[in-house]
């Protein structure tokens, strides 16, 4: 499974920015993992292919929102109120099979990982 993702870029404080992954073949669950320099990849936010169950980060909750067309295999990010704390690299991941909850924002569980699209905050 390949995953392209884009949609990063320069924003201000409180802006807003939508990011685009695309697969090339359909997964059980795809999501967002996000890198800032100098710290571990965390979670962000994912979605599961049916039904569509969403989870979220608490530091995102409210703010992020992930949706997915099921029929072009692309999840998205919408991220508004956008922090400097926001600031990082974005990678798309996918997993082909079911987990179980608790494992949801665990990276090593993805089998897939995009190339990443890189957030810039400035306050």
């Known amino acids: 499974v390949q995953l392209q993702a884009y949609g990063g870029g320069l924003v201000q404080a409180g802006d807003s920015l939508r990011l685009s992954c695309a697969a090339s073949?359909?997964?059980?669950?795809m999501g967002w993992f996000r890198q800032a320099p100098g710290k571990e990849r965390e979670f962000v936010s994912a979605?599961?292919?049916?039904?569509?169950?969403?989870y979220y980060d608490d530091s995102v909750k409210g703010r992020f929102t992930i949706s997915r067309d099921s029929a072009s295999n692309t999840v998205y990010l919408q991220m508004n109120s956008l922090k400097p704390e926001d600031t990082a690299v974005y990678y798309c991941?996918?997993?082909?099979?079911?987990?179980?909850?608790?494992?949801?924002?665990?990276?090593?569980?993805?089998?897939?990982w995009g190339q990443g699209t890189e957030v810039t905050v400035s306050s």
């Open positions: 073949e359909r997964t059980y669950i």
């Open positions: 979605v599961t292919l049916t039904p569509k169950l969403t």
């Open positions: 991941a996918a997993r082909l099979g079911r987990i179980i909850t608790s494992a949801m924002k665990r990276a090593g569980v993805y089998d897939y």
